[in-house]
């Protein structure tokens, strides 16, 4: 199926305030770009503090951000996630500002934790906002497109950064950061142009006096965490997520660099190269997935990302037994385009899913549900990598790490018998595309 369907489908849906939207996380993502991994560096290089104390701050934010994401998908069902997400990009924009000008430890730990908390109320209502502003239908199209909008911004901003950053230049970080802050002043000022949009579900249906019914309303839905940790179909949804993200996404962003300096023994150059490539495929090849997975059941492509990133694990570990320098990039390279592939399968697919499992009224948990899977992964990932690198089994990580991606396989197969034709995307139900 060609390209040019999913581009047809983006020009539908890229309208008012979905348009608004997509502009805004571009630009926050141009601005992540131009810091994105420069943060310890900086810290270090540049404010003098020990590693230990960057990367302790670094766990203190990871472990901060897991904490309250619970609390903003309750949040975000019971005020909607437009007011979430206009207070936690505004706090994110001000904690990052601040970077540029922290000289010691107290005020890096103020503005790690300004970014920390803001954090937790970012990803998670927003793909709760697009949920709300897009048709099921066309849930995956724009997640897809968001990620591909992503992965544009943090590749050009890398490369804007590398023309600014200087190590003797503390003036250029400050630039640097208050740059990426604008990013998130562009997030908040599209969604604040939303009007109305992004509410409770309950508060829009009513928000207009002449549509109020001549009897009082019903109360809104109740429920809570205890009701989504009932639902058995998100359950296995989350152990399948989970794996993924632990041997997936994790652990390549733990050891990937560290396997490639260490273990292949390639110059530090060839890392920015090799992740080059990855961006550059998710850009070049999403639309293009967008297109062959339409229609196709969600489970089964979920099934896919873990046969890919399998693959890739073991094309990673055939690098080892490589002498030849070119060769071993080469290997490496098509590792990584392998994974990206797999990306896009993963990113318009997984939210996709899980918010046609979302009732309405919990749909702020789910979505924060899912942030916690990022989170726990985000610990495993770099636990089981420092504990295979300690023990120098670095052939034995990547093997391990293929293993589990195969296992998250066969778990997303089986969940294929847990849902329904409509979650599951083997029938696309007939819907007019409203703002809800």
Wanted: with cysteine; glycine share 10%; proline share 5%.
């Amino acid at each position: 199926m060609p390209a040019h369907t999913a581009v047809a489908d983006v020009r539908r849906i890229a309208h008012g305030p979905v348009r608004r939207l997509f502009i805004g996380q571009f630009l926050n993502s141009l601005g992540n770009g131009l810091t994105l991994a420069l943060l310890v560096v900086y810290l270090s290089e540049v404010r003098d503090l020990p590693v230990s104390t960057a990367t302790g701050l670094l766990a203190w934010q990871a472990v901060l951000a897991l904490a309250f994401s619970p609390l903003s998908g309750t949040l975000v069902d019971r005020f909607g996630p437009r007011p979430i997400l206009l207070g936690a990009v505004l706090l994110n924009a001000l904690g990052v500002l601040g970077y540029g000008f922290v000289t010691t430890t107290a005020q890096a730990f103020v503005a790690m934790t300004m970014v920390a908390i803001a954090g937790s109320g970012i990803w998670g209502p927003a793909s709760a906002l697009t949920a709300r502003l897009v048709p099921s239908a066309d849930r995956a199209t724009a997640f897809g497109f968001s990620f591909m909008l992503l992965n544009l911004g943090l590749g050009l901003g890398g490369l804007i950064s590398s023309t600014i950053v200087d190590l003797q230049d503390p003036t250029t970080f400050q630039l640097l950061y208050a740059l990426t802050s604008l990013g998130y002043v562009a997030v908040f000022l599209a969604v604040l142009s939303m009007g109305n949009v992004g509410r409770r579900p309950y508060e829009e249906t009513h928000a207009e006096p002449q549509e109020q019914p001549a009897v009082a309303p019903l109360a809104p839905p109740d429920g809570g965490w205890v009701d989504v940790l009932r639902d058995r179909t998100l359950l296995r949804y989350a152990a399948a997520g989970l794996l993924m993200l632990t041997f997936g996404y994790g652990s390549i962003d733990a050891g990937l660099s560290l396997y490639i300096t260490t273990s292949v023994g390639l110059d530090e150059r060839y890392i920015g190269i090799i992740f080059a490539a990855n961006t550059a495929v998710i850009v070049v090849m999403q639309l293009f997935v967008l297109s062959l997975i339409s229609g196709r059941s969600r489970s089964r492509v979920l099934a896919g990302v873990g046969i890919l990133w399998a693959t890739s694990w073991l094309l990673f570990g055939s690098a080892l037994g490589i002498d030849a320098e070119w060769a071993a990039v080469m290997v490496l390279t098509v590792a990584i385009a392998v994974f990206a592939i797999g990306e896009t399968m993963w990113s318009p697919v997984a939210p996709a899913l899980l918010n046609d499992l979302a009732p309405e009224h919990l749909r702020g948990r789910y979505n924060s549900f899912q942030s916690l899977l990022w989170g726990v992964s985000g610990a495993l990932g770099p636990l089981m990598t420092g504990a295979f690198f300690s023990a120098e089994l670095d052939r034995q990580w990547t093997l391990v790490l293929a293993v589990g991606c195969g296992i998250a396989a066969l778990i997303a197969l089986q969940l294929r018998h847990s849902l329904t034709p409509e979650q599951d995307g083997r029938a696309v139900p007939v819907e007019v595309p409203t703002l809800r």
